[in-house]
């Protein structure tokens, strides 16, 4: 089953508005959580890393204005993008990494942001 | 030079045959590699993890060369189900982030 679950799968909103997207570690703690962005048919690019109990550190080009992110547990992490736009449209996915599975990368099932 | 680099494709090949995919990476203080799997619109799911001894998991070999900074995946007798993005990813000590290449595209056809 699912280790990190990412809600919700899908959403639309109009152009604007503010959308948050949740990611929790179901039987893990994660003092880290990464967030990735994937157009269609490319790879995912890291948005931003998320730290438990502190600020997020975001990539090169990425607006931290845009993509709030807040780790207030070790269970859970959120993105909301604000004030969304047409270009904002794409493909979120969050993963945490065990450090008792090898440091595996667990994915959620990524969210399917439509903004129209 | 990209951070890891993989060869696109796609490739396309009959059930049955064998498939190699090659990744490069950059960093050298790199400590962890991993082959995962994307099927279209899904999330990356972990195929393999990559060890410097090399390691086989039924189908797939994955191998890692520290020298040349170089990690493969072979698949053998391939079937239909095994059609699917294969991402190779590269990452640092600890909870470092991990590095994504930008995907090979395998399609098995009868």
């Known amino acids: 089953g699912a280790v990190v679950s990412q809600h919700p799968s899908r959403v639309i909103c109009k152009s604007g508005t503010s959308v948050k997207i949740e990611c929790r570690s179901l039987d893990f703690q994660a003092t880290t959580m990464f967030w990735y962005r994937q157009f269609p048919k490319k790879s995912l690019m890291l948005m931003a890393t998320?730290?438990?109990?502190?600020?997020?550190?975001?990539e090169q080009g990425v607006e931290k204005d845009k993509f709030l992110i807040n780790h207030a547990s070790l269970t859970l992490s959120t993105l909301t993008v604000t004030s969304a736009h047409p270009e904002d449209s794409s493909f979120y996915i969050c993963s945490a990494r065990d450090r008792d599975r090898e440091l595996r990368a667990f994915f959620g099932q990524g969210t399917r942001l439509t903004v129209v | 030079r990209k951070e890891v680099e993989q060869d696109p494709g796609p490739f396309n090949v009959p059930e049955g045959a064998t498939v190699a995919f090659n990744c490069t990476y950059s960093?050298?203080?790199?400590?962890?590699f991993f082959w995962y799997r994307q099927d279209c619109r899904k999330e990356p799911k972990l195929l393999m993890s990559?060890?410097?001894s090399g390691n086989e998991d039924g189908r797939f070999t994955a191998q890692l060369n520290r020298a040349s900074q170089y990690i493969s995946l072979l698949i053998r007798d391939s079937k239909l189900s095994d059609s699917a993005t294969y991402l190779c990813?590269?990452?640092?000590?600890?909870?470092?982030?991990?590095?994504f290449g930008q995907g090979t595209i395998l399609t098995v056809h009868p």
């Open positions: 990813v590269v990452g640092g000590t600890s909870y470092g982030k991990l590095t």
């Open positions: 990559v060890y410097s």
């Open positions: 960093n050298s203080a790199s400590q962890s």
């Open positions: 998320s730290n438990e109990g502190s600020k997020a550190t975001y």
